[in-house]
């Protein structure tokens, strides 16, 4: 289980040895706050992670509000 934000996350996989190598036995990814980490900007580096991660996973987004766009 890895509990960060997509901007962290990014930052472990840019610079941690090997870290990319273990997220390919990745299973699901989670992101809260969805629509916080949409509107504050953080489309670019969710989908810099996504390309990080196993297309053959389960995905979930999770927020208390989801705007219409």
Do not use: W, Y
């Not at 996350?9 to 706050?33: A, C, P, Q, T």
Request: net charge positive; with cysteine.
């Amino acid at each position: 289980i890895i509990v960060a934000t997509p901007g962290r996350l990014l930052d472990h996989i840019e610079n941690r040895s090997g870290f990319s190598v273990r997220l390919m036995g990745l299973k699901m990814l989670v992101l809260d706050e969805a629509d916080l980490l949409l509107n504050l900007g953080f489309r670019k580096d969710i989908e810099k992670v996504v390309d990080c991660v196993p297309r053959q996973r389960q995905s979930m987004l999770f927020s208390a509000t989801i705007p219409k766009e």
